[in-house]
């Protein structure tokens, strides 16, 4: 899968992408929300998006800067079996916060998940003090449907029907 949108390259994580995701997670920014990460359990984490991969055929993506080829952040799908659900989601390096770059990345992996698999709807697992993943999520046309607990954490699970993406007109990333 490679996906290009405007300003992205979104492609497979792989071990290439390592010291940079360790680099991203070390952010505080990063920290606050997704918690701590060291090199050893990014690696293990890396391993696991080979394996969704390979049993789903999608997993998460590298943002890359098309301009820049920098490593700005993931996004990409991932397959939740617990809540029988795939999720959407999203972490950016916070020095490109503020572009509407989690929502070109996130909006091209959506529909990519829609144009590609038979999924229902796509949910986003976002804490509820995360103002900024929130704002990203309404964007995307996700609506806040239910509140959940996503590794310990409590959360808020937003959602999107395949028939309101299709109605949600105004995202437009080319690919």
Not at 85 to 105: K, N
Not at 131 to 159: C, F, H, K, N
């Amino acid at each position: 899968m490679l996906i290009e949108t405007d300003r992205l390259c979104l492609r497979p994580v792989t071990m290439d992408d390592l010291d940079d995701l360790v680099a991203l997670h070390a952010e505080p920014g990063v920290e606050r929300f997704m918690g701590t990460f060291d090199r050893a359990t990014l690696a293990e984490w890396i391993a696991l998006v080979g394996v969704d991969w390979a049993e789903y055929g999608y997993g998460r993506v590298a943002m890359i800067d098309r301009a820049t080829r920098r490593l700005l952040g993931r996004t990409g799908l991932k397959r939740l079996p617990e809540f029988a659900e795939t999720e959407v989601g999203w972490v950016l390096h916070p020095d490109a916060w503020g572009r509407g770059l989690a929502t070109e990345g996130a909006c091209a992996c959506m529909r990519w998940g829609f144009e590609n698999l038979t999924v229902p709807y796509l949910t986003a697992m976002i804490r509820p003090d995360n103002a900024r993943s929130i704002a990203v999520a309404e964007r995307l046309g996700m609506t806040p449907t239910r509140r959940d607990t996503l590794l310990g954490e409590a959360v808020v699970v937003y959602l999107i029907t395949r028939e309101a993406w299709a109605n949600h007109g105004s995202l437009q990333v080319a690919s």
